[in-house]
């Protein structure tokens, strides 16, 4: 078994949908007091009704670096410091080449690789001072591992943060902080409720292991890197896609 995360402080970035507020739920439920942050505040305040436990939230926009620190600060006065930061925030605009403007790019980078970088300094002090500080980043299989069309701004977001992920491992490691990645490959939320049963069914069909994956899948990945016994392992990545990533060709994946 693992060592109990039970009373834990956890910071959960973009916690209020999709899966952050399944990484939020999932440290709740193994007893950690979680904080989660977004810019929407209903949807947090919903969030933290739903998750339960001892959960609440501050507003913050992670492409901003001032809300990055108050966000940490907060965290710190309300649990007495932190010991895990779920840098998951994320937003995935389409924008095919062409038509991609210097704001749409902008923007993603802002909130996807700024808004990571931004988070974990923001944290920094207070990961230390925990003595046993993580940090699970969210990336994406889009990017590291794969493309789709009208993402290409996302995808190279993505792949950044495993960059980033990299080179910190190193900084952070005299911290005795641990900074690893979960890839998600394609995971069911309330974001995709909207396309209709077909285009989930197709999506689906993708994946070897026939279903989307769930925010708790995540969770539970997230989970894992937190623990104690994932101490000696930093600066590395999880795909956590059902299979996704494995076929070489459609005829690889149609033979299974
Ligand atoms: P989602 O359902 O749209 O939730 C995104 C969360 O991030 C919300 O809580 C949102 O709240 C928050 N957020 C967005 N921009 C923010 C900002 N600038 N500052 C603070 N919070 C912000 O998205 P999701 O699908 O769960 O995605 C979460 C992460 O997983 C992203 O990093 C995404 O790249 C990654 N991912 C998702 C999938 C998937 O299949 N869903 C696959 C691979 C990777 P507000 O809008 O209120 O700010």
Redesign the pocket.
């Known amino acids: 078994m693992f060592t109990s995360l039970d009373g834990c402080s956890v910071l959960v970035?973009?916690?209020?949908?999709?899966?952050?507020?399944?990484i939020a739920a999932v440290f709740a439920r193994a007893g950690a007091r979680v904080v989660?942050?977004?810019?929407?505040e209903s949807?947090?305040r919903t969030?933290c009704r739903e998750i339960g436990g001892e959960t609440s939230y501050v507003i913050?926009?992670?492409?901003v670096r001032e809300?990055c620190d108050r966000m940490a600060a907060t965290t710190v006065e309300r649990h007495g410091g932190i010991d895990v930061l779920c840098a998951?925030?994320?937003?995935?605009p389409a924008a095919r080449l062409e038509a991609m403007t210097a704001a749409d790019l902008d923007g993603v980078i802002?909130?996807?690789l700024n808004?990571t970088v931004f988070a974990v300094q923001a944290c920094l002090d207070a990961l230390t001072a925990s003595g046993r500080g993580r940090v699970v980043v969210?990336?994406?299989?889009?990017g590291p591992y794969t493309g789709y069309p009208g993402w290409s701004h996302?995808g190279a977001s993505?792949a950044a943060q495993l960059g980033f992920v990299r080179t910190a491992a190193l900084e952070l490691a005299p911290r005795a902080i641990t900074i690893n990645a979960v890839?998600?490959?394609?995971?069911?939320?309330?974001?995709?409720d909207g396309l209709g049963e077909d285009y989930l069914a197709a999506m689906a069909a993708s994946v070897p292991q026939k279903r989307?994956?769930r925010?708790a899948d995540?969770g539970h990945a997230a989970l894992f890197f937190a623990t104690e016994e994932a101490s000696y392992i930093t600066g590395q990545t999880l795909v956590v896609d059902g299979g996704q990533v494995l076929p070489e060709s459609l005829q690889a994946l149609e033979e299974i």
């Open positions: 970035t973009g916690g209020s949908k999709g899966i952050g507020r399944g989660i942050t977004g810019r929407d949807s947090l969030a913050a926009d992670v492409s809300d998951n925030a994320g937003i995935f802002g909130t996807n808004g969210t990336s994406s299989i889009t996302y993505k890839l998600p490959g394609n995971i069911a939320t309330e974001g995709l989307l994956g925010v995540i």
